[in-house]
């Protein structure tokens, strides 16, 4: 059974830090790419960060710039997101995804159940 459980979430005041954390269990977690997405009430759900399988590749939504960075520790099966210098606009639940191509048509994919950050004095 795959399970992908997120924690780290909370309230921050602007300006502050968290840092989310993902951690995965049945599957080959060196295999997956791995990524976050949130979900603003109202809006649809945006990918933030993506990073490749072995560390590299690593990837940005362009307002999370120089403010986020995504890493992964392949020998704890765990992916993180250090998040700075927070915004109000950052406020949202955020989603833990891995991913696996494992040919053009077929692609694997897991989700966890997210965990809700909201940045307010």
């Known amino acids: 059974q795959v399970q992908l459980v997120e924690s780290g979430g909370g309230l921050v005041q602007p300006g502050g830090s968290l840092r989310l954390s993902c951690a995965a269990s049945?599957?080959?977690?060196?295999?997956?790419?791995m990524s976050w997405y949130r979900q603003a009430p109202g809006k649809e759900r945006e990918l933030v960060a993506s990073?490749?399988?072995?560390?590299?590749?690593?990837n940005y939504v362009d307002s999370v710039k120089g403010r986020f960075t995504i890493s992964r520790d392949n020998a704890k099966n765990m992916v993180y997101l250090q998040m700075n210098s927070l915004k109000a606009e950052d406020t949202a639940v955020y989603y833990c995804k891995a991913a696996r191509v494992v040919r053009a048509t077929l692609t694997y994919a897991y989700w966890g159940q997210g965990t809700q950050v909201t940045v307010s004095s």
């Open positions: 049945g599957i080959t977690f060196s295999s997956y790419g």
């Open positions: 990073i490749g399988s072995d560390g590299g590749a690593a």
